[in-house]
């Protein structure tokens, strides 16, 4: 009895440090910079002493605050939201909580252990459940006196508003798309075509084959750019692309996404792909396209900057090949991604909900116009008035001409239905692996069901 | 001895600490685990009460036998390997004519040492079908075989398990080899004085005499096998597409990526029975009578 009660503890124990392992693990590459977390409200909070403005009536109010805080792109603009804030509203102190890439796992863990910050950052997925559970705070009356609403970008509403016709978080970024990046020099020097229709694709893919070129880059590792190069090809036949197969307002095979896949396979077969691409991530991707090792690149709209950056003027984007010469005219301007409800939320069971909700459209705001104004790029919710301090690159501008002509479908993080959402990030993969297009449909197919 | 066991108090002392924290961080979450198994259950929002729609369901997911399959795929190659070569390494460290055994013990053990994320980044490297160690390596050879190891998904899960292999295999070989010192030396002697040849001593006297050793090894090999998770999730996060999901990354993917936690529950308990079963075979078939020299 005692050896075998030994051995129940002994694989209890081994699950478990499994299990812990994995949660650790996932918290790791977020929390890259917690060091530096800590400094922009204590450093704020000294000005805020100092200023003449802070008056004796205005109490002095500590806001918890769980936000993004992670690279270049999330903490200058969050820096300089804080140091507005402290201009406008210096009788409040924010508390930062810097977000960790795990899902929404610590935040879902504040809110079942009641420790949720005041205001916090929410995606689709945190709404949706928080909904339900009470614990995001309904802002529609709060964005029509704070003037949030008017303040939106007209084609970035639906980040604002959600399926229900609510609005539970205050946006900042607006609809971003998909891009496919392209050495303009290679192109060139092999005699390719900048591809217009799937035909052509293949040939390119070929001839770059034939010559020791990668043809394209992607870090299908993350399984997100894995799905979006298959929204590509579905957008092209279907221009909701993804979003329809997301709602069950289609299946997968349905002729136009069989098709899709089956074009995407037939490209993988011909060797689109670098060997292991797969297992690359951001970085290794990222260099073979930097180093001309590679032809074409897949990332968003964001990477922009950093491909302007290694490559100056030899990279360009290009409009997504179609199935046709007309199909390709007439998809032209439907892109893979777009943007979904998400933004800061406020904690209902804050002890200042109001003031939380007034600081959450303030700072949403405030991003947003750093990264209009500073970080090259027009894709965000809100409108700013403010001119533009550094000059897009030639890329964003070109993009800019067709931002309002534009109609974008959903980037897998956007998607609604998370089982679904998994299957068709876990059978992109497989597709990209070289799995076949059937297997593909049957997969993503299974998951619709349900 | 009698009487120290009798008094009541003085045991119930000093168990009682160790068996509180267990039963706080193991046994209470456990059944925690089973219970909301029973549940659909998004881990916030009262869930749903299913019964065992959960296990029903998961009985017929195909991603369920990929996983199971992988399981014992990964347990099979570990257990063979880790105690195969740390068998044939212990008998070479423990044989008084091999040369600089004191350096050969620690360098075995090394790996050991090492943490699974630092182990994963090494072999992902030697795994790399561009410019890989290994894939060179054939290239050296003259051989045509190359592979993109991890993203091939019919050998991801065996480079894998090869890797989980390497890096516990000091840990077997340290056990073995310090039940092969434990064996009293007359017995090899008398055995080589009746004419036995070393390999023939250690087949019919050192192994038989380690078959308890054997068998702890044989419950950690494979209960390490069947939950193997840290190595997916590093080097191919299960991928390509689902190729190399095992029962715990399952339990990962239900959970933290669906939000299906009574899902995910379901699986771990699975898991957990599994497990146990194949302890109880290991400790039903092998070295069931005690050895006392």
Redesign the interface.
Do not use: M, Y
């Given at each position: 009895m005692i050896?075998?009660t030994g051995?129940?503890?002994?694989?209890?124990?081994?699950?478990?440090t499994?299990?812990a392992?994995?949660g650790s693990?996932?918290t790791?590459g977020s929390n890259a910079s917690p060091s530096a977390g800590s400094a922009s409200p204590s450093g704020s909070e000294s000005s805020a002493a100092a200023s003449p403005s802070a008056s004796a009536s205005a109490e002095k109010v500590k806001l918890r605050i769980y936000a993004q805080y992670a690279d270049e792109d999330t903490k200058l603009p969050y820096d300089y939201a804080v140091a507005e804030l402290k201009k406008e509203m210096p009788n409040v102190e924010l508390e930062l909580d810097i977000q960790a890439q795990?899902?929404g796992?610590k935040l879902?863990t504040y809110?079942?252990t009641g420790n949720l910050p005041d205001i916090y950052q929410a995606g689709l997925?945190i709404i949706n459940?928080?909904k339900?559970?009470g614990?995001i705070q309904q802002l529609d009356e709060y964005a029509d006196k704070f003037g949030f609403k008017d303040a939106m970008q007209p084609s970035a509403m639906n980040t604002l508003v959600t399926d229900d016709g609510h609005i539970y978080a205050f946006p900042y970024a607006g609809n971003e798309m998909i891009l496919l990046y392209y050495n303009k020099e290679l192109f060139e020097k092999f005699g390719v075509k900048v591809p217009t229709t799937f035909d052509e694709w293949k040939t390119a893919v070929e001839t770059f084959k034939k010559n020791g070129i990668i043809p394209l880059s992607m870090f299908a590792?993350e399984?997100w750019p894995d799905v979006a190069l298959y929204d590509v090809f579905a957008s092209r036949l279907d221009p909701a692309g993804i979003t329809k197969l997301d709602k069950g307002q289609a299946k997968a095979s349905d002729p136009a996404y069989k098709t899709a896949a089956e074009k995407l396979a037939e490209l993988v077969k011909a060797g689109l792909l670098?060997?292991?691409?797969?297992?690359m991530n951001y970085d290794q991707a990222a260099a073979l396209f930097y180093e001309g090792k590679a032809a074409m690149f897949l990332n968003g709209q964001w990477e922009i900057e950093a491909s302007t950056k290694a490559l100056g003027d030899k990279v360009a984007w290009m409009f997504y090949p179609g199935m046709d010469a007309a199909g390709y005219e007439s998809s032209k301007l439907v892109f893979s991604g777009g943007g979904g409800p998400g933004g800061y939320a406020v904690n209902p069971k804050s002890e200042h909900v109001e003031l939380a909700a007034q600081v959450a459209a303030f700072m949403s705001r405030k991003y947003a116009e750093f990264k209009y104004t500073e970080r090259g790029t027009p894709i965000v919710a809100t409108k700013v008035d403010k001119p533009i301090v550094k000059q897009y690159p030639p890329m964003m501008q070109e993009l800019a001409k067709v931002i309002p002509d534009m109609k974008s479908t959903a980037f897998a993080w956007g998607l609604s239905n998370?089982?679904f959402?998994?299957a068709i990030e876990?059978?992109s993969?497989?597709?990209?692996?070289?799995?076949s297009a059937e297997q593909f449909v049957k997969e993503v197919d299974?998951a619709i069901g349900q | 001895m009698n009487k120290f066991l009798g008094n009541r108090a003085a045991v119930a002392v000093f168990i009682l600490p160790a068996l509180l924290l267990y039963s706080v961080i193991v046994f209470w979450p456990l059944l925690q685990t089973l219970y909301r198994s029973l549940f659909q259950w998004d881990g916030l929002n009262p869930g749903t009460f299913l019964f065992l729609d959960n296990y029903k369901e998961l009985f017929q997911d195909e991603l369920f036998r990929t996983s199971v399959y992988n399981g014992l795929i990964f347990a099979v190659i570990i257990a063979v390997f880790q105690i195969g070569v740390g068998t044939l390494l212990a008998f070479g460290v423990a044989d008084a004519y091999v040369k600089g055994r004191k350096w050969l013990r620690i360098s075995f053990f090394i790996p050991v040492v090492l943490s699974v994320t630092v182990v994963c980044q090494l072999w992902m490297a030697v795994y790399n079908g561009e410019y890989g160690l290994l894939n060179r390596l054939f290239q050296a050879f003259g051989m045509s075989y190359r592979q993109d190891w991890l993203s091939d998904p019919d050998k991801a899960i065996y480079a894998i398990a090869m890797v989980n292999a390497w890096h516990f295999m000091g840990y077997h070989f340290a056990l073995l080899f310090a039940a092969v010192k434990s064996i009293p030396e007359h017995f090899l002697e008398a055995a080589r004085i009746d004419g036995a040849s070393k390999w023939k001593a250690h087949w019919l006297i050192t192994v038989p005499l380690l078959r308890e050793t054997y068998r702890f090894c044989l419950v950690l090999a494979v209960t390490g096998g069947l939950s193997a998770f840290a190595q997916m999730f590093i080097m191919t996060g299960g991928g390509p597409g689902t190729s190399t999901y095992t029962l715990t990354y399952l339990m990962y993917r239900s959970a933290f990526r669906i939000n299906e936690f009574g899902y995910g529950s379901a699986s771990a308990v699975v898991l957990v029975i599994e497990c146990l079963i194949v302890t109880l075979l290991i400790n039903r078939l092998v070295a069931r009578d005690r050895i006392v020299y």
């Open positions: 050896r075998k051995a129940i503890l002994l694989i209890a124990l081994l699950a478990f499994a299990a392992c994995g693990g996932s790791n795990d899902d796992q879902k809110a079942a997925d459940t928080f339900q559970s614990n590792k399984k670098a060997k292991g691409a797969t297992n998370p089982k959402k998994a876990d059978a993969q497989s597709l990209l692996a070289g799995t299974k | -």
